[in-house]
């Protein structure tokens, strides 16, 4: 099972970067995709999630309006569009997948400063 994060990077506030979470090994249809966040000091947190079927999504109160998770079934990948970026989204993102197991990924670092 692998779950591989990418797009991550130094972006100045207000631009966008858009992850990438490639998954292998399992079923990815079942799963729920998920991500999360962490930053220096403080727990990780959900950012965004989707349902297996159905594209249902919810999303963290401080992200809403701004982030789009979404899913390419046919290409086993979840991405996460960040727009309007700001110094407190500095954080490690993770890739989560939650069905009948709970899978993460190694984690790619984004960082907002000017």
């Known amino acids: 099972v692998q779950l591989v994060e990418s797009g991550g990077g130094l972006v100045q506030p207000g631009g966008s970067l858009r992850l990438s979470c490639a998954a292998s090994?399992?079923?990815?249809?079942?799963?729920?995709m998920s991500w999360y966040r962490q930053a220096p000091g403080k727990e990780r947190e959900l950012v965004a999630a989707i349902r297996s079927a159905g594209g249902l999504t919810n999303y963290a109160d401080f992200v809403k309006g701004r982030f789009t998770i979404s899913r390419d079934n046919a290409k086993n990948t979840v991405y996460l569009q960040m727009n309007n970026l700001k110094p407190e989204d500095t954080a490690v993102y993770f890739c989560?997948?939650?069905?009948?197991?709970?899978?993460w990924g190694q984690g790619t670092q984004v960082t907002v400063s000017s």
């Open positions: 989560n997948a939650r069905g009948r197991f709970d899978y």
């Open positions: 090994g399992f079923t990815f249809n079942n799963y729920g």
